[in-house]
């Protein structure tokens, strides 16, 4: 009595089809991406129609069919701004987290109907500078503005706007969360940084600099830390690197200056004395 075993062959290699009318067509291609959650019911769907007539059959008589893929005007919206908020994160180097941050925000203000008059990108701009905010990596306006087609008013409106219809929880942002950026930026060392995130931490802490944007304090505090060292910035680099105008850092410079000596760390390192340093 003999045993027969039959062998079943299961092809496990990847699923590639052609989709094309073309006869000779070498498109062959998978199903598609993931579909995307945040668009109504799916990214989109195929209408699969047969025409009739000559025209509908191939070169030996079978019937062919034509797709057509077809988008709600709303999905189109969304798709189109997600695509805008991917390409201005790219640009400014932003992980994974806060694109999908910056959608999920998108979706909730495009569904909530409150920001009608804004346009998608003023939008999607202010999505994306409060994603960052929210993920602890926060950008300046002006660094949103430079990878945007939106001018830097019109997306702090956008942002303002947005917070207040969705009541969006955006945490505090203090001078401490742009120091590494921009002492990094300015080719300033460690202790510089040290030192500049204490005298603007101190500034706060005795109310020198009341009604300052964290963005000015922190630009400040970098100023008067690195004319105190041996690497010296001056406001006018420090402003190019933190999107704020000369005069705004000298005005609170000068708030922060009479107390200068209240303000440094105890073992710095002087280059230039207290004394020494530039009165405005």
């Given at each position: 009595?003999s045993?027969?075993?039959?062998?079943?062959?299961?092809?496990v290699?990847?699923?590639?089809?052609?989709?094309?009318?073309?006869?000779?067509?070498?498109?062959?291609?998978?199903?598609?991406g993931?579909?995307?959650?945040?668009?109504?019911g799916?990214?989109?769907f195929?209408?699969?129609?047969?025409?009739?007539?000559?025209?509908?059959?191939?070169?030996?008589?079978?019937?062919?069919?034509?797709?057509?893929?077809?988008?709600?005007?709303?999905?189109r919206?969304?798709?189109?701004?997600?695509?805008?908020i991917?390409?201005?994160?790219?640009?400014?180097?932003?992980?994974?987290?806060?694109?999908?941050?910056?959608?999920?925000?998108?979706?909730?203000?495009?569904?909530?109907?409150?920001?009608?008059?804004?346009s998608?990108?003023?939008?999607?701009?202010?999505?994306?500078?409060?994603?960052c905010r929210?993920?602890?990596?926060?950008?300046?306006?002006?660094?949103?503005?430079?990878?945007?087609?939106i001018?830097?008013?019109?997306?702090?409106?956008?942002f303002?706007?947005?917070?207040?219809?969705?009541?969006?929880?955006v945490?505090?942002?203090?001078?401490g969360?742009?120091?590494?950026?921009f002492?990094s930026?300015?080719g300033?060392?460690s202790?510089?940084?040290?030192?500049?995130?204490?005298?603007?931490?101190?500034?706060?802490?005795?109310d020198?600099?009341?009604?300052?944007?964290?963005?000015?304090?922190a630009?400040?505090?970098?100023?008067?830390?690195?004319?105190?060292?041996?690497?010296?910035?001056?406001?006018?680099?420090?402003?190019d690197?933190?999107?704020?105008?000369?005069?705004?850092?000298?005005?609170?410079?000068?708030?922060?200056?009479?107390?200068?000596?209240?303000?440094?760390p105890?073992?710095y390192?002087?280059?230039?004395?207290?004394?020494?340093?530039?009165?405005?």
């Amino acid at each position: 009595m003999s045993n027969q075993i039959e062998a079943i062959v299961v092809d496990v290699g990847s699923e590639w089809r052609t989709f094309s009318n073309e006869k000779d067509s070498k498109d062959a291609s998978r199903v598609g991406g993931p579909e995307n959650t945040l668009l109504g019911g799916s990214d989109l769907f195929t209408e699969i129609t047969y025409t009739g007539g000559e025209a509908s059959v191939d070169d030996q008589g079978r019937p062919t069919y034509k797709n057509r893929k077809t988008m709600s005007s709303s999905d189109r919206t969304l798709l189109n701004s997600f695509r805008e908020i991917s390409q201005m994160a790219d640009r400014l180097n932003l992980p994974r987290m806060i694109v999908d941050r910056a959608n999920t925000l998108f979706k909730q203000v495009h569904d909530s109907k409150s920001l009608k008059g804004k346009s998608n990108d003023a939008i999607s701009s202010a999505c994306l500078y409060i994603a960052c905010r929210q993920e602890g990596v926060p950008r300046t306006f002006k660094e949103i503005c430079a990878v945007s087609k939106i001018s830097k008013k019109e997306i702090g409106r956008t942002f303002k706007a947005i917070v207040k219809n969705l009541e969006t929880d955006v945490s505090t942002i203090t001078s401490g969360d742009f120091m590494s950026r921009f002492c990094s930026n300015l080719g300033l060392p460690s202790s510089v940084q040290k030192a500049a995130t204490y005298i603007a931490k101190k500034a706060v802490e005795l109310d020198l600099v009341s009604g300052r944007s964290p963005i000015s304090i922190a630009a400040a505090a970098i100023y008067m830390a690195s004319q105190a060292s041996e690497d010296k910035k001056s406001q006018k680099e420090i402003g190019d690197i933190a999107g704020v105008a000369e005069v705004t850092i000298r005005q609170s410079y000068k708030l922060m200056y009479p107390k200068a000596v209240q303000l440094f760390p105890e073992d710095y390192k002087f280059a230039t004395s207290i004394d020494q340093l530039p009165a405005q």
